[in-house]
């Protein structure tokens, strides 16, 4: 599944070869199969350890609003860390409008991230951390569409991938001062 991963990373969805996978992690084209019957199941594996890679950006101490802001800051460490991370999911979620398969399986995993998120979101408004007329919901979907949009190349200079977190966390009434650093005065 990490040949596949990489796989994608380097050549897109289109580039992705079962015989080639199989070549680079040393079986035969049928024990890749026993494993990964099709090619929407090889995908569904990418994207369980593309979302793991994600899941390592949620540390579970501090209050739930330290949390959501030190989520945001670690998934964009983690995706200037990983580039290729960034071009999977792009790739994926593309090809997902063309192809019902993935476009099932995206879907799933924007669930299963959205419920993650709105629960912080949640337990920080019960904790007085967020303003109680925030709507989870809304806001975990922002979230999302803003980590998101950041995958596409357009969004690959850094700066406006910082500049939108930081709008995020400052619009939430969660943003801590950088240390080291005057604040910009931007909004």
Known sequence: MVAAYRQIAEHGFEGLRTREVAAVVGVNIATLHYYFPTKESLI???L??????F??????????ADQV??????TRKLMLDEPELGAVMAELALRSVRDDQIGSIMNEMYDLWHVTVRGLLRRSVREGKLRPEVDSDAVAALIIAT???M????MSDASRGDQALRQLERWLGISAPRSGRAT???D
């Open 69 to 74: 802001r030190n989520y945001l800051r670690a």
């Open 151 to 154: 995958t596409l190349p357009v």
């Open 184 to 186: 910009q005065a931007t």
């Open 147 to 149: 980590l998101t949009s």
């Open 55 to 64: 899941r390592t950006t949620l540390a579970p101490h501090g209050s739930p």
């Open 48 to 53: 369980d350890h593309a979302m793991g890679r």
């Open 44 to 46: 569904r594996a990418v």
